[in-house]
């Protein structure tokens, strides 16, 4: 079982960037391909970013593409979730996810993620 644990979240500005941070508990980051959703109040969850496992490659929604950033450091077994340029909207709690063992592709699709985490507020006021 692999235990995901996100921080970075917190209450910003519109236009402010935060940096969410992911780290497994117990176990190395670098066998996995990651990905980052959010859900807002009301709403469904949503992708807004992934990373394969060699890091080579990502994916993002159309919306935050120029803005956030996905990337991962092995040597810290940490995935990252660079935002920028932040908006209202995107107030929701983030959630990291890993797909299983060794795979190595990344995934736009929630099912295809087999551990999450908590999530970790992000809030962005007007």
């Known amino acids: 079982q692999v235990q995901l644990v996100e921080s970075g979240g917190g209450l910003v500005q519109a236009g402010d960037s935060l940096i969410l941070s992911c780290a497994p508990s117990g176990r190395s980051f670098n066998n996995y391909a990651a990905g980052w959703f959010r859900q807002a109040p009301g709403k469904e969850r949503e992708f807004v970013a992934a990373?394969?496992?060699?890091?080579?490659?990502?994916y993002y929604r159309d919306s935050v593409k120029g803005r956030f950033t996905i990337s991962r450091d092995n040597a810290k077994n940490t995935v990252y979730l660079q935002m920028n340029s932040l908006r209202p909207e995107e107030t929701a709690v983030y959630y990291c996810a890993a797909r299983g063992q060794y795979l190595e592709r990344a995934s736009l699709n929630e099912l295809d993620y087999e551990y999450w985490g908590q999530g970790t507020r992000v809030t962005v006021s007007t």
């Open positions: 990373i394969s496992r060699s890091g080579g490659t990502t």
